[in-house]
């Protein structure tokens, strides 16, 4: 099958995935006008390093059902950070802690957010 969601698409369809399985402080940055890495970032939490590979599984799973796979994946529960790298979208799944400590949030403080249902 071959991918035919846009990038707002695909960053919506995570992001309702994370949100099905329960992601904490859900956010969309739309980085498209301030970066050349992609056009969104979705930033998400989870209470342990279990409840991060849950919602990075329900991501990949929603997205590959829609006909998107990630073009790489980077990180383990373990180390408190998930990224997943779907080219026009990057996926960010972190232990609040690590969040709190690496602050993408005010690091992309330019990009304006994306409400997202829920």
């Known amino acids: 099958m ?6 707002e698409g695909k960053v919506r369809e995570a992001a309702r995935a ?12 739309d980085v498209q006008s301030i970066s050349s890495v992609a056009d969104y970032f979705l930033l998400c939490s989870g209470r342990s390093t279990t409840h991060l590979d849950t919602i990075a599984d329900a991501i990949r799973a929603a997205l590959k ?5 990630p073009l790489h994946a980077e990180g383990a529960a373990r ?6 790298d779907y080219g026009d979208v990057l996926v960010h799944v972190f232990l609040e802690d690590t969040r ?3 602050a993408l949030e005010r690091l ?3 990009a304006p957010s994306v ?3 829920g």
């Open 115 to 117: 409400p997202v249902e």
């Open 2 to 7: 071959t991918a035919r969601l846009s990038a």
């Open 18 to 29: 994370a949100r099905d399985h329960k992601a904490l402080d859900l956010i969309v940055l």
């Open 108 to 110: 992309w403080g330019d």
């Open 65 to 69: 059902q829609a006909g998107v796979r």
């Open 79 to 84: 180390s408190g950070w998930l990224l997943l």
């Open 100 to 102: 709190a400590y690496y």
